[in-house]
């Protein structure tokens, strides 16, 4: 598939089916993960997969999203080893968090699966409930799963402002 045929075609799945996500697709996804650009090539990040049910239900513990998906992923990244920017200390590990995160919503779209980033939650709540520790940052929650027959892209989904909206050419005034 051609690339924006595929980032057009993604769309916010909140309703999955009642369907085992396959180990070879949840390795592709992961591989997407992996090979995401990192400042300096650092590669902090670090991603929780859950699949047994009983962690599955605790989600419920930390937010209100989650959709029943077979696969959960916490995507985190680690404060200790990621870039930070000299002038300003800028701590560039969210931003290679979201990389990653989006490479791996892409794949999940190529795979023929569904999923939406879940950046409400309670990272405290994450952290006690899935035992993480205090050096990974918590960015973003996904949930996997083959999408259910009444799953469909939001009302919103196709509403984009122009290019002439967001571009400005050589100067920004």
């Not at 939406?116 to 918590?138: A, C, H, M």
């Amino acid at each position: 598939m051609d690339f924006l045929e595929l980032a057009k075609a993604r769309y916010s799945c909140r309703s999955f089916a009642d369907k085992k996500v396959e180990k070879e697709k949840l390795e592709k996804i992961l591989e997407a993960g992996r090979i995401a650009p990192t400042a300096v090539n650092y590669q902090p990040q670090r991603i929780l997969v859950l699949q047994d049910k009983e962690k599955l239900a605790r989600l419920s513990e930390c937010t209100r999203f989650g959709w029943g998906a077979p696969v959960i992923m916490i995507i985190c990244y680690d404060k200790n080893i990621s870039w930070k920017r000299k002038y300003d200390g800028k701590d560039e590990g969210i931003i290679d968090a979201s990389i990653v995160t989006t490479q791996m919503m892409l794949e999940i779209q190529d795979l023929g699966l569904g999923t939406t980033w879940i950046g409400s939650f309670d990272p405290q709540k994450i952290r006690e409930v899935y035992e993480i520790p205090e050096n990974l940052e918590i960015v973003s929650i996904l949930p996997v799963g083959y999408p259910s027959e009444d799953a469909h892209p939001g009302e919103m989904h196709e509403k984009r402002n122009s290019i002439e909206q967001m571009v400005y050419w050589d100067t920004i005034k």
